[in-house]
T-cell receptor, first 112, second 114 residues
Framework: KQEVTQIPAALSVPEGENLVLNCSFT??????LQWFRQDPGKGLTSLLL?????REQTSGRLNASLDKSSGRSTLYIAASQPGDSATYLC???????????FGTGTSLTVIP | KAGVTQTPRYLIKTRGQQVTLSCSPI?????VSWYQQTPGQGLQFLFE???????NKGNFPGRFSGRQFSNSRSEMNVSTLELGDSALYLC?????????????FGPGTRLTVL
């Protein structure tokens, strides 16, 4: 069974700092990995999708990397802003089936 | 293009009652998946429907059921509600089945069981 873990569970940083969120998964036979953002009480907003054949994806201040063989992904956020405060979730999908296996989430607070 | 919509957004029920939640996918999408999110268990997969057929099911009791209509709209039903069913229920739609297709999530339905 696929287990997805995110470290740290919570993170508080001053505005302007660069930060890294970590995601690890137990079964390396993934099809893709996706990072989401969730604001309190709201749904999920997709940030970046990395296919298993890719090593990284970038969108604006966000960069996600994937090392399938070691079962790890990182989300790098540059020059953090208070508006980045949210919970960040990583999720993997296997080659068969359509369901996501979600991580435990990292709650990020960016202090002005 | 309208996104995934879920109704109602908030719901309060008492133990023992049943509840039906609705999800309208993005136009043209044929796959709808449902997830339960709780503080203790995080996000867990309930089931997926594609072309009116349940294609995949998570590890939830039979009190949780769903269906999909010919227009791809989906409903999930929870019978004999328990306090532990209090959660945010999210649905996601995709164009077709399989991990190749990106999934888009709705805003969720917040269910509170008293």
């Amino acid at each position: 069974k696929q287990e997805v873990t995110q470290i740290p569970a919570a993170l508080s940083v001053p505005e302007g700092e660069n930060l890294v969120l970590n995601c690890s998964f137990t079964d390396s036979a993934i099809y893709n990995l996706q990072w989401f953002r969730q604001d309190p009480g709201k749904g999920l907003t997709s940030l970046l999708l990395i296919q298993s054949s890719q090593r990284e994806q970038t969108s604006g201040r966000l960069n996600a990397s994937l090392d399938k063989s070691s079962g790890r992904s990182t989300l790098y956020i540059a020059a953090s802003q208070p508006g980045d405060s949210a919970t960040y979730l990583c999720a993997v999908r296997l080659a068969t089936g359509n369901q996501f296996y979600f991580g435990t989430g990292t709650s990020l607070t960016v202090i002005p | 293009k309208a996104g995934v919509t879920q109704t109602p957004r908030y719901l309060i029920k008492t133990r023992g009652q049943q509840v039906t939640l609705s999800c309208s996918p993005i136009s043209g999408h044929r796959s709808v998946s449902w997830y339960q999110q709780t503080p203790g268990q995080g996000l867990q997969f309930l089931f997926e429907y594609f072309s009116e057929t349940q294609r995949n099911k998570g590890n939830f009791p039979g009190r949780f059921s769903g269906r999909q209509f010919s227009n791809s709209r989906s409903e999930m039903n929870v019978s004999t509600l328990e306090l532990g069913d209090s959660a945010l229920y999210l649905c996601a739609s995709s164009l077709a089945g399989g991990p190749l297709n990106e999934q888009f999530f709705g805003p969720g339905t917040r269910l509170t069981v008293l």
